[in-house]
């Protein structure tokens, strides 16, 4: 079975500065994806980045990257140069061989940017 | 291109009734999964349809069942509604079924409330 915690239920953070959102995460599976998601007060859940766990270099999308640490199950999501867009729900996922199979989600953390 | 929709967007029963929840893929996406997220919870993977078949089940009891038809949208039912059943239900669609590697791209969701 995959588990994934998320211990920061809120954030909060200043424009333009930069925050990180954790992501600890437990499988016994030795081929396994992870993922983060952002989701409005909309409802619908938006990709933001994807980590296989087999890549040696950390994902980088624009202002996303994840800061993953195989070693210790950590998949941290940093974003940089926060706006006041970036407002919202974050979910850290995970999925066996990370493939679109089912996703197994966090509790979320919900992240304010202040202006 | 259009992205994942589904209707309707609210939905009010009350305990004991039957409700169907309906789901159109993006275009080209061939594979549809189903996700319950409860109200401050992370989704929860319901199943996943794909070539008209449930090829994978999270820890759902029978009273949910789904449908896939030949244009891959999908129909998600669930029987003798509980209180509990209250949840914005998230519909994902990808493409190449479960062994793929392709993101999941998710839908506005559609929120149900059981009185």
């Known amino acids: 079975a995959q588990k994934i915690t998320q211990t920061q239920p809120g954030m909060f953070v200043q424009e333009k500065e930069a925050v990180t959102l954790d992501c600890t995460y437990d499988t016994s599976d030795q081929s396994y994806g992870l993922f983060w998601y952002k989701q409005p007060s909309s409802g619908e859940m938006i990709f933001l980045i994807y980590?296989?766990?087999?890549?040696?270099q950390n994902a980088t999308e624009g202002r996303y990257s994840l800061n993953f640490q195989k070693a210790r199950k950590s998949a941290n999501l940093v974003i940089s140069a926060s706006q006041l867009g970036d407002s919202a729900m974050y979910f850290c996922?995970?999925?066996?061989?990370?493939?679109?199979?089912?996703?197994?989600f966090g509790s979320g953390t919900q992240l304010t940017v202040l202006p | 291109d259009a992205g994942v929709t589904q209707s309707p967007t609210h939905l009010i029963k009350t305990r004991g009734q039957q409700v169907t929840l309906r789901c159109s893929p993006k275009?080209?996406?061939?594979?549809v999964s189903w996700y319950q997220q409860a109200l401050g919870q992370g989704p929860q993977f319901i199943f996943q349809?794909?070539?008209?078949?449930?090829?994978q089940r999270g820890n759902f009891p029978d009273r949910f069942s789904g449908h896939q038809f030949p244009n891959y949208s999908s129909e998600l039912n669930v029987n003798a509604l509980l209180l509990g059943d209250s949840a914005l239900y998230l519909c994902?669609?990808?493409?190449?079924?479960?062994?793929?590697?392709?993101?999941?791209?998710f839908g506005p969701g559609t929120r149900l409330t059981v009185l």
């Open positions: 349809y794909y070539e008209e078949e449930e090829r």
């Open positions: 996922a995970m999925s066996p061989s990370g493939s679109a199979r089912q996703l197994t």
């Open positions: 275009s080209g996406h061939d594979t």
């Open positions: 994902a669609s990808s493409l190449g079924g479960p062994s793929s590697y392709n993101e999941q791209f």
């Open positions: 980590q296989g766990s087999y890549d040696e």
